[in-house]
């Protein structure tokens, strides 16, 4: 970040030198390592059995279960709001302001997650929000805080501490590839751009195959928690 900021410095001609342009990572700590983790069909069941069991509040347990049913963002759920949602037709419109890309995209929905989505929307019937803050109760995004929080208490729960809330994400597009979804339309579902020549050429949404695609992991997810009962 610092060289970022150098660097521009240098263009506009508000220094003459780069003081940190020799700087290495390693000079200063370490690179960041890449993270790999996703649950086992074992791990997903007790995660879902330990969620179901632990103190989050409702919403907020919804809130949970649709980050590993649509594999999205914790942000574009945090911020989302219900005119984003059409239940009808199993379709999330995340805006440029809540994706990662900046650019705005249309996300598939299974049977299940609508059925979730419905039942969060009914909680505050006049608020925008889809999930607001649990404790005041106003109509504005619940703070990112919150998923840190609520990953803790799920972890004790479970006795499982070497996952973050991320890798709910991570494990929902590699179950997938296992259950044979096709590549890009497991992108689509996480809200990726395409690589290579199909980011310019492929402007498919691939909606109707993403549905599929959800309903197929919504299923998985089902028969993993129901091997799981305790």
């Known amino acids: 970040k610092l060289?970022?900021?150098f660097a521009y410095c240098l263009r506009t001609e508000k220094i003459r030198t780069n003081p940190i342009a020799a700087?290495?990572?390693?000079?200063?700590?370490?690179?960041?390592?890449?993270?790999?983790?996703?649950?086992?069909?074992?791990?997903?069941?007790?995660?879902?059995?330990s969620l179901e069991s632990c103190g989050i509040v409702h919403q907020n347990k919804i809130f949970v279960k649709l980050l590993l049913l649509?594999?999205?963002?914790?942000?574009?759920?945090?911020?989302?709001?219900?005119?984003?949602?059409?239940?009808?037709?199993?379709?999330?419109?995340?805006?440029?302001?809540?994706?990662?890309t900046r650019q705005p995209f249309v996300r598939g929905l299974s049977a299940y997650a609508t059925k979730l989505i419905d039942e969060a929307?009914?909680?505050?019937?006049?608020?925008?929000?889809?999930?607001?803050?649990?404790?005041?109760?106003t109509d504005r995004p619940m703070s990112a805080g919150v998923l840190l929080n609520m990953a803790e208490q799920i972890r004790n729960e479970m006795g499982v501490y070497d996952w973050a809330?991320?890798?709910?994400?991570r494990t929902a597009k590699t179950k997938m590839s296992e259950l044979g979804i096709e590549p890009h339309v497991s992108e689509k579902v996480?809200?990726?751009?395409?690589?290579?020549?199909?980011?310019?050429?492929d402007q498919h949404s691939y909606l109707k195959e993403q549905q599929g695609a959800l309903d197929v992991w919504a299923a998985h997810v089902a028969s993993c928690v129901s091997s799981m009962k305790p």
Request: a positive charge.
């Open 3 to 5: 060289k970022q900021i």
């Open 121 to 137: 929307m009914a909680l505050y019937p006049d608020f925008k929000q889809l999930f607001p803050p649990a404790i005041v109760k």
């Open 190 to 201: 996480l809200g990726h751009k395409l690589g290579g020549v199909l980011a310019v050429y």
């Open 23 to 49: 700087l290495r990572i390693n000079d200063v700590g370490k690179p960041v390592g890449v993270v790999k983790r996703y649950f086992s069909d074992d791990e997903i069941g007790l995660f879902w059995w």
């Open 70 to 100: 649509t594999g999205c963002r914790g942000v574009e759920l945090r911020k989302a709001k219900k005119g984003e949602f059409d239940v009808k037709n199993r379709t999330w419109r995340v805006p440029a302001e809540n994706s990662k």
């Open 165 to 169: 809330m991320h890798d709910l994400r």
